[in-house]
């Protein structure tokens, strides 16, 4: 079932690359093969995989972890917003929220998390942005760390 | 004598203070990386690798930083599999089923040390190999055109899906996934911009840094959420520390023998660490014989996967260093690092560049050296490691993450980027997608499209170039070998048992 899904999505893609791909060309040519034909013949052997996929699905489906669907929810949002607002909000204050719900969706309880947050958000902004000079956003708490 | 000639002065890089020390700091961290189930060399490679580059490493050093992580993980994977029975890293599977058991009757201080001394002598061997072999190679490799480049990195990806076994067309899908990712941004030869949507941020093409992460590093925690390894049945290290002469002179001939193998099959693009490692578990289950105690706790069982383990990664060096075509996932990090330095690894590198080649040589020899002195004495310390909960140490993961991705162009829209490639990884490796050929098309994409596309100016766009030369023709039919005889052996075992029975 969910290899035709994953199947149907190459073909989608494949066709969009081609789509995409048709009409790359140079304004002024030197060699025979052009920007076009590398695309489209990956877009082709990307169809063909999923064609494949659909005539013939492996047995095994989306595998285990179904019951954890609620735990990779969460901590696919916190990604997401950890890289949304990871300039924002700084490094330290980013990485403190970040570390809360992902800290507990590992098994550990919201203190714990919180003050590994708060605890890892400053040590690795001080190893990093102080000692190794791999400067990163401060955010929020520019007002007392500097930058920006 | 030449090559003696380079690898003196390969001795002099990999012995400069600074590159001594990157070579400790790799060793240990590799180490550590390797023993935490779920982290394998391949994580812990991109973890660190936009560090090295953040860090602004002269390329040598940083290097020398990867292939010491790479080695250190192929050490650590076995210390989780003796003490928890949870493999640290894929190599390090077979180490478990004579580890462990040695470990449950009070003999986890001899298994380890052991397993330390084999893995020691599996990447020497190895890396002499590399000494003999990879200038050789090269030299060879000399002589390759476009045409030849073209068909040889066919032939990898042939490799790379045809032994990944259970579903190659998922795997040739990943190695389609990857190239096409590639192809995102400039086409540099006919100032074309292909596949950007009119996004600024992807004209100069999609960053390698944020791929791999978010590949590697994003998708390992998703899928760490399933896998809740219990640090509860950690087995202490009690009793006698060290293995006894008996104990070595039983194992050593095997131990020779598994590296050789390890080696062999490391240099072979696609087979890696997991496959040498079972390969010479059931070469020395068979050679035992009666007197084997194997899956009960046999020393040799032990020491044999742990040596070709160690030389198959060391034995992975050679293609990437020699032709700039990786076979495995973790050296095609590594090319991704190089690239980063605008270098292009190939079979020139050990003319142009000796220093690097060399200098990671025998970086390669000093890091095996002080891997043994670590592991041996500090493995109390390393199996305390174990101990640290994942509340605390994946938070830690992403955050070191998002600042190597964060370091290359301080741009949220990497950040963003990294956060869907790793959720789109996810979903993928839930489908049973292998990541490494993946990774393989996303840094050969364009040397493959730049050979294709030279070899065809040629000839003016005529095809049989690509099958003109004895080596691409033999390396065609490499490839489509590579690519038929697995599931053809495949139903032969799955008939022969069926006709036995019948």
Known sequence: ?????????????????????????????????????????????????????????????????????????????????????????????????????????????????????????????????????VVLPTGLLSFILGGR | MDTLHFLLGGFAVALTPENLMVAAIGAFIGTIVGMLPGLGPINGVAILMPLAFALKLPPETALILLAAVYMGCEYGGRISSILLNVPGDAGAIMTALDGHPMAKSGLAGVALSISAWSSFIGALIATIGIVLFAPLLARWALAFGPAEYFALMCFAFACITGLMGDAPVKAALAAVIGLSLSTVGLDSNSGVYRFTGGNVHLSDGIQFIVVVIGVFSVSEILLMLEQHHASTGLI???????????????????????????????????????????????????????????????VRGVTAPEAA??????????????????????????????????????????????????????????????????????????????????????????????????????????????????????LLRKHGMPMAPLILGFVLGDLMEQNLRRALSITNGELGILVESPISIGLWIGAVAMVVVPPLMRLRAQRIPAATAT
Request: hydrophobic fraction near 55%.
């Open chain 1, 1 to 133: 079932m969910s290899d035709r899904i994953l199947g149907a999505a190459c073909l989608v893609a494949g066709a969009g690359m081609a789509w995409a791909a048709h009409d790359y060309a140079a304004p002024i040519s030197y060699e025979p093969v052009g920007p076009r034909a590398f695309p489209l013949l990956l877009a082709g052997l990307m169809a063909l995989a999923g064609g494949w996929l659909i005539a013939r699905p492996g047995p095994q489906g989306f595998g285990s972890g179904r019951e954890h669907f609620k735990s990779i929810g969460l901590v696919m949002a916190a990604v997401i917003a950890y890289a949304a607002l990871f300039e924002t909000l700084g490094f330290p204050f980013a990485t403190a929220m970040m570390a809360l719900p992902i800290g507990m969706a590992f098994g550990g309880s919201w203190k714990q998390s919180l003050a590994g947050g708060v605890a890892m958000g400053l040590a690795l902004y001080l190893m990093f942005d102080k000692l190794l000079d």
């Open chain 2, 236 to 298: 202490h290290i009690s009793g006698r520390k060290l293995f006894n002469l008996k104990e070595l002179v039983l194992t050593l001939p095997g131990t020779l023998r598994s590296a050789v193998v390890g080696f062999v099959v490391g240099v072979l693009p696609g087979a890696g660490a997991t496959i040498a490692s079972a390969m010479t578990y059931s070469m020395e289950k068979r050679l035992a014989g009666a007197d084997g105690r194997f899956g009960e706790g046999d």
């Open chain 2, 309 to 426: 383990n160690n030389a198959s990664a060391a034995g992975s060096f050679v293609p990437m260093l020699t032709l700039g075509v990786p076979g495995s996932g973790t050296t095609a990090v590594m090319v991704g690092a190089l690239s980063l330095y605008n270098i292009t690894p190939g079979p020139a590198l050990f003319t142009q560049n000796p220093a690097l080649v060399w200098g990671l040589i025998a970086s390669l020899f000093i890091a095996n050296v002080m891997l043994l002195v670590i592991n041996i004495p500090m493995v109390g310390v390393f199996s305390k490691v174990l101990q640290l909960p994942n509340w605390a140490l994946v938070p830690g993961i992403l955050a070191v993450s998002a600042v190597g991705v964060f370091s290359v162009h301080a741009t949220t829209f990497d950040l963003m980027l990294m956060s869907g490639l790793g959720i789109a990884g996810y």
